[in-house]
Every structure is written in structure tokens, then in C-alpha cells.
């Protein structure tokens, strides 16, 4: 069935250093792709997406690319800041959008 | 600001009670909710969807006898884990699709902390 493996944390960064979680899926079809972060004490957000092979999802300075040739969402940052400390989920749906399937989570720690 | 929100967002209850998670859609209608738990560590796995107006469909390995789930009005959904035990301990978090032009998104509530003692 279609599942998603993510990196396990927890990650502890320096401000302004690079980050990179990985996420790889497998699924039938063509699935689209999310990136959701938890903040502290709050619901799950979306951080950005792509619904189609080699689109690149972007916000707020995060990025990732669905990467079909290697069924992979990698969520990269240039430079984390403090505010970017959170629980950061990878995740997949079929196309109607409703049926998500969730990695396990990679906590982010980014110390001034 | 929050768009679904869950209440409580902890509870600590006795074996055997039964507790009443609630799921609400703060400025839109949702005639579907879905409903998670998450294991330390472990990754969200979906327990059932929630449906306006009719039963729930529950996923495979999910008691529905266990886990009741009612779909009161278009921004509510309760999820009642009847005589819980301490493996029912966990993180349960709802969802509710929310129509964007021709794409819908996912809104998740905070989640709610359930200890079993």
C-alpha cells in the first residue's frame, strides 16, 4: 500500500545553517505530495505541495521537489531561522485529495 | 488563526470511562471529517472518516464499537472512545477538507492528548 518513510529526528540546527529532512514514498498512481509543520501546541499546517512530477513546492523559504525517478519530496531550507523550530510531516494523497498518508514526523530544534 | 479546532486538548481519564473528543470546523461547513491517532513516533494513521448525515467509514483494524463517531451538524464531529484502556492512550487529531477553487485542503485541529490510566 502507499506509505511514506521520513528521517527520523530529532534535528538540532544552528540559526542560518542549511536543513534538509528527507521523505520518500511509495504509492500507486500518481500521488500528490505535502509538507505539514506543527508548531508548539497547534494543529498541523500546510507548508507547501506538488501534485505532479518535478513540481517544485515553496513557502516561506522551504522547498521541495516530487522527484518521480527517485520517489522522493526532499524539504530543503537555505537558512532555518529560530521560528522554524517545529515537527515537520511528509505526506501523500490519492487525487481526491482526502485519503493522506503520513510519515512519522522529524522534530526541528533551530538554536540561536 | 485555527480553523478547526479539537476540545479537550488533554484528558486524563480512568480505565474503563468512556471520553468524548470533539472536532470543530470554526467558519466553514464540513459534511466530511476524518479522524487520527499518532503513537510517539509513529507516524498519523487514519481511523475514520466522519460523515454528515450517515455512518462513519471506519479504516481496516479500527473498532467501531470502540471508537463512535457522530457527525452531529456540518461543523461538528465527535469521537468517543468507549470504555478506553491504557493502549488507547495516544494523540488523536481531526481533519476537514476545505474547498480552495478546484482544490481542496486539509485543515488540521491541534489534536487531543488521551491518558489512560
Known amino acids: 500500500g502507499d506509505s511514506v518513510t521520513q528521517m527520523e529526528g530529532p534535528v538540532t540546527l544552528s540559526e542560518e545553517a542549511f536543513l534538509t529532512i528527507n521523505c520518500t514514498y511509495t504509492?500507486?498512481?500518481?500521488?500528490?505530495l505535502f509538507w505539514y509543520v506543527q508548531y508548539p501546541g497547534e494543529g498541523l499546517q500546510l507548508l507547501l505541495k506538488a501534485t505532479k512530477a518535478d513540481d517544485k513546492g515553496s513557502n516561506k523559504g522551504f522547498e521541495a521537489t516530487y522527484r518521480k525517478e527517485t520517489t522522493s519530496f526532499h524539504l530543503e531550507k537555505g537558512s532555518v531561522q529560530v521560528s522554524d523550530s517545529a515537527v515537520y510531516f511528509c505526506a501523500l494523497s490519492d487525487k481526491t485529495g482526502n485519503q493522506f498518508y503520513f510519515g512519522t514526523g522529524t522534530s526541528l530544534t533551530v538554536i540561536p | 488563526g485555527a480553523v478547526v479546532s479539537q476540545h479537550p486538548s488533554w484528558v486524563i481519564c480512568k480505565s474503563g470511562t468512556s471520553v468524548k473528543i470533539e472536532c470543530r470546523s470554526l467558519?466553514?461547513?464540513?459534511?466530511?471529517m476524518f479522524w487520527y491517532r499518532q503513537f510517539p513516533k509513529q507516524s498519523l494513521m487514519l481511523m475514520a472518516t466522519s460523515n454528515e448525515g450517515s455512518k462513519a467509514t471506519y479504516e481496516q483494524g479500527v473498532e467501531k464499537d470502540k471508537f463512535l463517531i457522530n457527525h452531529a451538524s456540518l461543523t461538528l464531529s465527535t469521537l468517543t472512545v468507549t470504555s478506553a484502556h491504557p493502549e488507547d492512550s495516544s494523540f488523536y487529531i481531526c481533519?476537514?477538507?476545505?474547498?480552495?477553487?478546484?482544490?481542496?485542503?486539509?485543515?488540521f485541529g491541534p489534536g487531543t492528548r488521551l491518558l489512560v490510566l
Open positions: 467558519d466553514f461547513q464540513a459534511t466530511t
Open positions: 481533519s476537514a477538507p476545505r474547498a480552495s477553487g478546484v482544490w481542496e485542503t486539509q485543515y
Open positions: 504509492a500507486t498512481g500518481y500521488p500528490s
